[in-house]
């Protein structure tokens, strides 16, 4: 008899209040860093989670993107990372826009 590790079917994601909560903090660890993390959580985010984003999140990740920017402007420093990271930020600002965007109806 052949004895091994059982397979296990993934549970899928149901994304409710505390799913939105977890890639809020994901993003807020990412700022600033300068290393391949903003990318991947940036990238895994617009994959996973278009056109399922609700509103509140949209916005809590928007001002904390522009408040990060902000503070950086304040000290004369780019508090969002190198210019490679600025750029993920930029295109994952974009993205929440355009999903703020859909999410009213929006084209």
Partial sequence: MKVGIPIVQPMSILPGEDFWSVLICACRYCMGRQTYMPRT???WIMENCKGR???NTIT?????IQQQREYGERGNWNSLGDPCDVHTWERFESWLLQQREKNNGGP
């Fill in 41 to 43: 959580v940036t990238e």
């Fill in 53 to 55: 984003m609700p509103e």
């Fill in 60 to 64: 809590v990740m928007l001002n904390d």
